[in-house]
């Protein structure tokens, strides 16, 4: 709500007590000149929660020449973006932008403020908690509004996800969580959605980044489909035996268009990198059909694909609770199987 | 140089199990451990200590028994260590225990370094680090691999990073959260273990010698109820021959799918 225009109808000053905390704001991050989709699965469940508050969604976007970016977050349903655009933002540095946010986070008073569980929001989510004296949750799996006390109830796994917290706020606002890539799926683009974009005044007088970047080097090769957003996931474990054997899992992945992954017995084995290790810590995976082959299927492995609509096990050890989770199973070794799978798709 | 490294005592997961279609969780044996990823902190620093001569101390914030952990600390190689106990801290969340261990590492005082884990495995909230460090006014490199230098009033390291690394420089005091690949940790010094429970007298704090009030520790965030996954359900079992299951398989797949199959390639 503008304040401004509150006091010209009402004739009367707002003291600071007085004013509500109000609609919810998702900062957004920006990654190679776009969106992360964590950004834009944010704006999604913060309408659902806006629609539960009679809030509006908010977005704030740090950098430089972000308006087309902007207009995005409205199409997938932000009311409105604010805009610090500036040339200092476009690396990040916990101090400016920690600065910039805390600035605007004092002056509009939201309600709820959500991050993406994500190395920026990690950094940020807590320092910011700190600042407005306020509490947070980190790594949402879920969020709702318990209507009746109109506050934010969030799911968060414990114990690396052997089972899960719902907490709550207990009055201090704003409510700040962080929310796990993948929790929430992307909403979809409405090109006609309308909102407005405000550019804020960037001053970072006496404030400057205080860890100075030496060097940067990529990691591995990222999957070309984020992970978590993949339809087809085939994964692989210590039961492949050796790389050959892995190299199995990439082919079938290959001949269902689909995505590579492992646990962490693939990990350890330097099979894959960290960034495809299906597991709570690392990459929760939703797809339509996951192929687990060779995986033992620890809990751990299993909280981060339990929402595969289709789960195919192969494993010789018919003990491997991975069989208790799957559709449908093959009590074989992977590397039998596979190449025989592999032609009879082939064959049509 | 001082480091002070903030460990945190957790139940052992492996003594537990949960029972999801129950909503229980069945303690079979009740043990507690350093989180693991606080060890990883604590070898990082001690290998400070075995570089550059940096002070260790350790400190602790939990019920008395947490004084195992410490004691295992001191074995492991910290020169020193405080524990933080009091009825009046049994409720804290993040940021009440955050204020705790802040005023403790004030009162402490004359540090360079704060090394926390990257997230207890309880929580997993990775908070506390930052909280510490915005309260204390500190620069801080998170999810740190390894401490790569240190000299003249600065510290390199090599940090997780969108998918890789990067190698960062920091002017001292500040503040580090140590990821869990950094390092194994040592064993606790055969010699040291026993001295740790005959030797060293390790300080106890509470709220009125920290100078806190129990107003300041009032609890921000509060649990509603444990959650659990779903059971799944038992699937089927394709049995027979290898050719014949994978032939079942893939006509399954065919039927099941509405994903592309690519033949070739
Ligand atoms: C705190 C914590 C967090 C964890 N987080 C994760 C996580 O996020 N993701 C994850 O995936 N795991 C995680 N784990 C590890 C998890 O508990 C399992 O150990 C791991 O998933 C097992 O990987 P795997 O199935 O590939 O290997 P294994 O369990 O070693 O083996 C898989 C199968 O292969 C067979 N096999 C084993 N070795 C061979 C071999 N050399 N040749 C042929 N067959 C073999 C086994 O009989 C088994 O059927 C975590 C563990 C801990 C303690
Ligand atoms: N009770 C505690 N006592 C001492 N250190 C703690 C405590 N809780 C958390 N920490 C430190 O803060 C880190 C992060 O914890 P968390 O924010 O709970 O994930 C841990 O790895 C510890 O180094």
Known sequence: MDLEYWELLTGEAIEEEEIVCRDIWVVAEVKDGALTPISLEMV????????????????????????????????RGANGVYLADDPRLVEYHLETYAEILSGLFQAKKPEII??????????????????????????????????????LLATHPVYGGE?????????????????RPGAF??????????????KIAVNLEGIEGKVKVLSVSTG??????????????????????????????????????????????ALD??????????????????????????????????????????????????????FKVADIGIVSDPKEIIPLLLSELRAG | MRAIVPIKQILDPTGFAVHRRLERIFINREDYIINPNDKNALEETLRLKDAHGVEVIALSLGEPRVDDALREALAMGADQAFLLTDEAFAEAD????????????????????????????????????????????????????????????????????????????????????????????????????????????????????????????????????????PERTFGELITGAPGEAAKELAQLLREVGSWKLESGG
């Open chain 1, 220 to 265: 591995e090769a990222q999957p070309q489909v984020p992970l978590s957003k993949a339809r087809v996931v085939v994964a692989g474990g210590r039961g492949l035996g050796d790389a050959e054997g892995f190299a199995l899992v990439e082919e079938l992945a290959e001949a269902l268009g689909g995505q590579v992954a492992g646990s962490r017995g």
């Open chain 2, 94 to 229: 993040a940021a009440a225990a955050a204020l705790i261990l802040a005023k403790a590492i004030e009162k402490i005082g004359d540090y360079d370094l704060i090394l926390t884990g990257q997230r207890a495995m309880d929580t997993g909230a990775s908070q506390i680090g930052p909280r510490l460090a915005e309260y204390l006014g500190l620069p801080q490199v998170l999810e740190v691999r390894e401490v790569s230098g240190l000299s003249n009033g600065k510290l390199r390291a090599k940090r997780n990073w969108k998918g890789g690394y990067a190698e960062v420089e920091v002017g001292l005091p500040v503040l580090l959260s140590i990821a869990p690949q950094a390092n194994e940790a040592r064993y606790p010094h055969g010699a040291r273990i026993m001295n740790a429970y005959r030797e060293w007298e390790i300080s106890t704090w509470g709220l009125a010698d920290l100078g806190l009030a129990e107003e300041e520790l009032s609890p921000l965030i509060g649990l509603r109820r444990k959650a659990f996954p």
């Open chain 1, 44 to 75: 999604g469940k913060a309408r659902e929660l806006a629609a539960a508050l009679g809030a509006y969604v908010q977005s704030v976007l740090l950098g430089e020449g972000l308006e087309s970016l902007a207009q995005e977050l409205i199409h």
């Open chain 1, 185 to 198: 799926r992307l909403p979809f683009a409405d090109e006609y959605g309308s909102g407005e974009m405000e």
């Open chain 1, 114 to 151: 959500l991050f993406g569980a994500t190395e920026l929001g990690q950094e940020l989510a807590p320092r910011l908690a700190q600042r407005l004296g306020t509490g947070l949750i980190s790594d949402c799996l879920d969020l709702s509004i318990d209507e009746t006390e109109r506050v």
């Open chain 1, 269 to 322: 084995e330097g099979w894959i990198g960290q960034e495809r290790q299906v597991g709570l810590s690392d990459v929760t995976v939703k797809p339509d059909l996951y192929i687990a082959c060779g995986i033992w299927g620890d809990v751990h492995h299993y909280f981060a694909m339990q929402e595969a609509k289709f789960v195919v096990a192969i494993n010789k050890n018919p003990e491997a609770p991975i």
């Open chain 1, 163 to 179: 089972y899960f917290h719902v907490s709550t706020f207990l009055g201090a606002k704003p409510q700040i969580a962080t929310v």
